[in-house]
């Protein structure tokens, strides 16, 4: 057995017992649960053949297909220049002279305090900018403005020692950003980057409301069809799963950059050879 930990004390035979039954009844419950929510989905009949059917016509899927497609295109653009404006405000708050400093702060508390719908629909009505580069500029300018401050926490959570010893050895502040803060900060920032790009991802489904024909607007049309028995239900149970695995293979796709940079020899500690105990200095040996 294992030694106890300053968290917490491996559990004894009881307590293994009991959290054995509370995995039990919990297992338990979640199931009944699940049950529950089956019996009623049968029971208002949103497994009939009439709610279903429509997802086997080809015009039907290449509706869906058209609206994937328009969703990921409207989140790429959205990733990229999210990216880019949230290094250059980060750029802008880390900067030493005042003025840039606080326009970009001024900019960064701005945007992150306005809604995103609000944002999308005042560069759609007042503004008159097309669907999708209106909502690719409301979720640019809120999720680059919440990047710059992951950005600028990240690059400020690296040792200050390790400024320090950049700014001794004669790098310029590029240098020292570019080469010893940024790839510490990767690492640290990297887990908030890709939830805020999963939370992009997620706002694309705003685009409906701007009559941007997106994943969800696709499937608002066929569940508001009353040909097909108003297929609400059925829309829902195909949609989200595809949402739920864009998200999922976004956190693999971190999780492999991760591993990635573990690996990468740039990043890895240099093994540094023993001093060899009879080499002395010049200078003569060292005085008693």
């Known amino acids: 057995m294992t030694d106890s930990t300053a968290l917490y004390d491996i559990p004894g035979p009881k307590t293994r017992q009991r959290h054995r039954l509370y995995g039990i009844v919990s297992t338990v419950a979640i199931a009944a649960l699940l049950g529950w929510i089956l019996y009623l989905l049968f029971d208002t009949g949103q497994f009939t053949a009439a709610k279903w059917t429509p997802f086997e016509y080809q015009g039907i899927q290449e509706l869906l297909l058209r609206g994937l497609g328009n969703t990921l295109k409207a989140f790429a653009y959205a990733a990229v220049l999210s990216l880019v404006l949230g290094t250059v405000l980060a750029c802008g708050r880390l900067s030493d002279h005042a003025p840039v400093r606080w326009l970009s702060t001024l900019l960064v508390e701005f945007f992150r305090a306005m809604p995103v719908l609000v944002m999308i629909f005042f560069i ?42 950049a700014y001794a050895l004669g790098m310029r502040k590029t240098q020292v ?14 887990p908030t980057i890709i939830s805020q790009l999963v939370v992009a991802l997620k706002d694309t489904s705003l685009g409906y409301l701007i009559t941007y024909e997106e994943f969800l607007h696709a499937g608002k049309l066929i569940a508001s069809n009353l040909d097909y028995d108003l297929p609400f239900i059925p829309v829902v149970m195909v949609i989200s799963p595809i949402y739920i695995g864009m998200c999922m293979l976004l956190s693999w796709f971190a999780n492999w950059v991760a591993r990635r940079q573990r690996r990468n020899p740039k990043t890895e500690a240099v093994e540094i050879t023993p001093a060899d105990p009879g080499t002395l200095l010049s200078g003569g040996p060292p005085k008693p």
């Not at 809120?142 to 401050?149: D, H, I, K, M, P």
């Open 124 to 165: 759609f009505v007042a503004l008159k900018v097309q669907p999708l580069p209106a909502l690719v500029a409301g979720l640019t300018l809120y999720n680059g403005s919440v990047l710059a401050e992951v950005f600028r926490a990240g690059v400020n959570s690296v040792d200050r020692g390790q400024r320090e010893a």
């Open 177 to 190: 950003m570019t080469h010893v803060l940024v790839p510490q900060a990767v690492r640290a920032m990297l």
